[in-house]
């Protein structure tokens, strides 16, 4: 039986009454991406099943770490590293978009993931005077919040996983699967 794998999912749809596409990223676990639909639907229950995934990725290595899915038991020892998601925001002179830049990271603690956050290009280029560059939404950083990924789950997720890290120093690219996806054909 394949292994448990952790999933970064970039949902959109246009919920009635909007005027344009909506997004939001989901994690789920699954054996496949199929595995996680319910929990999709689930989670942005307004689009009433009128959802797509624009991008996705199994989550496998993350700054220098393998990432895997174990089942939730008493007897698993846990590292001081989590891994984090964030949400960076920023805007170009002239264009009438607020672009985002969405990045996992592992530290041991929020402020060390806010510091690599800073340390991005992304967030050192983007932004100007009157629209700097800053760390939003709840999954990541909001004013003096961090959420870990095991806090991003559906709550049946959380009670029965746990997200594990260990150094890998061969570390490798997860692969990006970018492009529409209907929620029907996973």
């Known amino acids: 039986m394949p292994d448990l794998k952790l999933y970064m999912i970039l949902l ?3 919920p009635g009454g909007r005027n344009t596409e909506q ?10 991406l199929g595995d996680v639909k319910k929990h999709i639907l ?32 008493n007897s698993i020892t846990t590292t001081n590293e989590k891994l984090f998601f964030i949400n960076l ?17 592992v530290s041991v603690d929020k402020r060390i993931a806010i510091q690599k956050a800073k340390q991005t290009a992304f967030y050192r280029h983007i932004g100007f005077e009157g629209a700097v560059s800053h ?4 999954y990541g950083i909001d004013v003096d919040d961090v959420y870990e990924i095991e806090d991003a789950l559906p709550e049946l997720l959380k009670k029965q996983y746990c ?5 890998a120093p061969d570390q490798q690219q997860d692969e990006m699967h970018l492009g529409y996806l209907k929620i029907d054909k996973i």
């Open 23 to 32: 997004h939001d990223v989901f994690f789920g676990i699954g054996r496949t």
């Open 135 to 138: 760390i939003d939404d709840k």
């Open 42 to 73: 689930d989670f942005w229950k307004e689009a009433n099943g009128k959802i797509h995934i624009d991008a996705w990725r199994e989550v496998q290595h993350v700054d220098g770490y393998k990432v895997s899915v174990e089942e939730r038991d």
């Open 163 to 167: 997200i594990q890290l260990k150094l």
């Open 89 to 105: 925001g920023g805007y170009k002179p002239n264009e009438f978009e607020e672009f985002h830049y969405k990045m996992l990271t």
């Open 12 to 14: 959109g749809c246009k």
